[in-house]
Nanobody
Framework: QVQLEESGGGLVQSGGSLTLSCVHSGRSLDHYAIGWFRQAPGKEREGITCIRSEDGSIYYVDSVKGRFTVSRDKAKNTVYLQMNDLKAEDTGVYYC?????????????WGQGTQVTVSS
């Protein structure tokens, strides 16, 4: 079993930055796909970035390219999402997720989410 816990959300002004953390426990995720998703009010949850299991390459959705960076510290069992130049449309609940195989919207393990609110 895998447990994921996000933190670091909050209220930030447009143009500001936040770093989200996802601490995982239960088993090693060294060979898992790990993704960040967000759900804006009234919208479906969307995948914004993912570290692929097969080669560690990283996918970013176009809307966050150049602004968001995902990284991991294996020694701390933590995956980070550095978010810069935040915009009002980045507002939402951010979730980290893990899957032993691939990055996709129905990954097996999910955290509880952390709220990010960007004021314009």
């Amino acid at each position: 079993q895998v447990q994921l816990e996000e933190s670091g959300g909050g209220l930030v002004q447009s143009g500001g930055s936040l770093t989200l953390s996802c601490v995982h426990s239960g088993r090693s995720l060294d060979h898992y796909a790990i993704g960040w998703f967000r759900q804006a009010p009234g919208k479906e949850r969307e995948g914004i970035t993912c570290i692929r299991s097969e080669d560690g390459s990283i996918y970013y959705v176009d809307s966050v390219k150049g602004r968001f960076t995902v990284s991991r510290d294996k020694a701390k069992n933590t995956v980070y999402l550095q978010m810069n130049d935040l915009k009002a449309e980045d507002t939402g609940v951010y979730y980290c997720a893990a899957d032993p195989h691939i990055c996709y919207k129905k990954m097996i393990y999910w955290g509880q989410g952390t709220q990010v609110t960007v004021s314009s």
